[in-house]
């Protein structure tokens, strides 16, 4: 076949669409730009690691189990978040990380003509997994740095099938409390399944912060997202969940792909959400790297938007992808934001004191 007729198979959303292009890996990129050590400050990775019950299961992972296939549907896993959470462990589904349970809702509920609602900035799997499915995603600006419910309501439409709520948001750190959750989902009044993003959840220090879990049984059409990637350091090994009451997860389950979680993950997870210890120790170190930067940040003269979760973004007088490569000569990885509508704005992750001072150091250095 030649070029020129595989591209006539191409649907027209596609065929506008541009594939994502992830970072390298740590070793090329240490070569690349002549560094040898690289802090990731780019992915809101936890710097702690996994749990240290994690540390023990995955050491102890029996070799020959990676020839059998793993529980389809994360049984023990489903058991053991349904003891944690007091719910119906068929209030579950598990997936390859968050990323996958968002392509899950979507093939769910959406079909050629629907639209989903979401904002222009927050994290951007919800745009992008509708838009290269052939689904409009219509985009609420922020309204101060914060997902504006009024805008989101008035994109709805009999098309609207989901809304996208990131809380707390990536990148800018600001929530809904509960008010304004419930609020909201009165005002969407069933018309619309609600996503509720917590893959910060864990970090969350605030009072009026809700756990829109606790929610879902009185709400049919909201659902919860939570990962396994951020606070419990298992972003390697790709696992997340949704929850939502009995009805909409039997909708969302049939567009599950089975044997999509890796059986080590599984046995890691279940045993992190015992480690409550870490939790806390998380907490506290970025309770502290918030304030150091928030510090130094002050002193430098650079405005900064730090909220709740693991990271902060900075205001920077230069490009921001600029910035990222002068920061990688100095061995500091960050995520530069052009590309998600943030021009000028690196968005960090808080990390270990090491790391923080060095890059408060290599932005003295670049500025
Ligand atoms: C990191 C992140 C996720 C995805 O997490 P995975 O489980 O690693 O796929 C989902 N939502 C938000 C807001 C995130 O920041």
Known sequence: MTRCSIEKLMPEYIKNFEAYTP???????AKIYNCKKIYRLNNNENCLGPPSKAIEVIRRFD?????????GDSYYLRLKLGKKFHKDPNQFLVGNGANEVIGFTLKAFCEQGDNII???????VYEWTAVFSGIEARLAPL???????EGMLELMDDRTKIIFICNPNNPTGTYWNSQKLRQFIKRVNNRAVIVVDEAYQEFVEKEDYPDSMSLIDKYPNLVTFRTFSKMYGLAGLRIGYLVGNLQIVDIIRRTCIVYSVNTLAQDAAVVALDDDE?????????????AFLAAELSKIGLPYQCGEGNYAMIRLPIDDGLAYRKLMTLGVMVRAMTGFRFPNYIRVTISCPEAMQALIDGLVKIL
């Open 118 to 124: 979401t904002a222009d900035k927050t994290f951007a």
């Open 143 to 149: 309204k101060d740095f914060d997902l504006d419910d």
């Open 278 to 290: 870490h939790v806390m120790v998380t907490r506290r170190l970025v309770k502290e790297g918030k």
């Open 63 to 71: 070799p020959k189990r990676a020839a059998v296939y793993p529980s």
């Open 23 to 29: 970072s390298k890996p740590d070793a090329e990129l």
